[in-house]
């Protein structure tokens, strides 16, 4: 199977796309690969462009032609690099496109450590929350009938007492404005003997 992919088409097109945007680079792996020293700069470059491709589409193409027509670069250029690039990938059972297996095991450690932070930030926001996540009533179960009826009689009652207190101070403020001010002995002589004189 050669993995022949038309220009509409890129590989692993079926699969969902990766959800992290980046992933981790193992400098001293690279750095110490004997496959990795034995490439010239140019094959370098394509091979780093391969992992970029895998990481975001699935899988990379099975041949150079295929590589020319969806990276970029001729296909003189993939033709040449292609036997010290095609020794770092194996194909996929599902439908022969080529996978770096080191970047697949970099790929599950991220989705495991995604998941596991997901799951910690669950368990977290429900320690958290958890003393206000008890509900505050029932909305299923009705209200007992005698809890109506005594609210109804506690309104009524409070009604009650509250007129009765404005009644017993408006009582008090017209006893208090009508009631004839008592008078001093001598105050009430000149007032007797005003009106004697007037008379």
Same mark, same amino acid.
């Given at each position: 199977?050669?993995?022949?992919?038309?220009?509409?088409?890129?590989?692993?097109?079926?699969?969902?796309?990766?959800?992290?945007?980046?992933? /981790?680079?193992?400098? !001293?792996?690279?750095?110490?690969?004997?496959?990795?020293?034995?490439?010239?700069?140019?094959?370098?470059?394509?091979?780093?462009?391969?992992?970029?491709?895998?990481?975001?589409?699935?899988?990379?193409?099975?041949?150079?032609?295929?590589?020319?027509?969806?990276?970029?670069? #001729?296909?003189?250029?993939?033709?040449?690099?292609?036997?010290?690039?095609?020794?770092?990938?194996?194909?996929?059972?599902?439908?022969? /496109? /080529?996978? !770096?297996?080191?970047?697949?095991?970099? *790929?599950?450690?991220?989705?495991?450590?995604?998941?596991?932070?997901?799951?910690?930030?669950?368990?977290?926001?429900?320690?958290?929350?958890?003393?206000?996540?008890?509900?505050?009533?029932?909305?299923?179960?009705?209200?007992?009938?005698?809890?109506?009826?005594?609210?109804?009689?506690?309104?009524? #009652?409070?009604?009650?007492?509250?007129?009765?207190?404005?009644?017993?101070?408006?009582?008090? *403020?017209? !006893?208090?404005?009508? *009631?004839?001010?008592?008078?001093?002995?001598?105050?009430?002589?000149?007032? !007797?003997?005003?009106?004697?004189?007037?008379?």
């Amino acid at each position: 199977m050669t993995g022949t992919v038309s220009h509409s088409r890129r590989p692993g097109q079926r699969q969902q796309r990766e959800q992290s945007p980046a992933f /981790l680079f193992y400098v !001293n792996d690279w750095r110490g690969s004997l496959k990795v020293r034995a490439m010239s700069f140019a094959t370098r470059g394509m091979f780093v462009e391969l992992l970029l491709e895998q990481w975001r589409h699935g899988a990379v193409p099975a041949s150079a032609a295929d590589c020319a027509r969806l990276i970029g670069g #001729t296909t003189t250029e993939w033709t040449r690099a292609w036997p010290t690039l095609r020794v770092c990938f194996v194909p996929r059972k599902r439908d022969g /496109l /080529l996978v !770096n297996p080191k970047l697949e095991r970099v *790929r599950q450690e991220r989705r495991k450590y995604q998941k596991a932070q997901a799951e910690s930030g669950l368990r977290g926001a429900h320690a958290r929350w958890k003393k206000d996540s008890e509900p505050i009533g029932s909305p299923s179960k009705p209200m007992a009938k005698h809890s109506s009826s005594s609210s109804s009689a506690l309104a009524s #009652t409070s009604s009650l007492s509250s007129a009765s207190d404005l009644k017993e101070k408006d009582h008090s *403020r017209i !006893n208090k404005h009508s *009631r004839p001010s008592r008078l001093s002995p001598i105050t009430q002589s000149a007032v !007797n003997a005003f009106r004697k004189a007037r008379e």
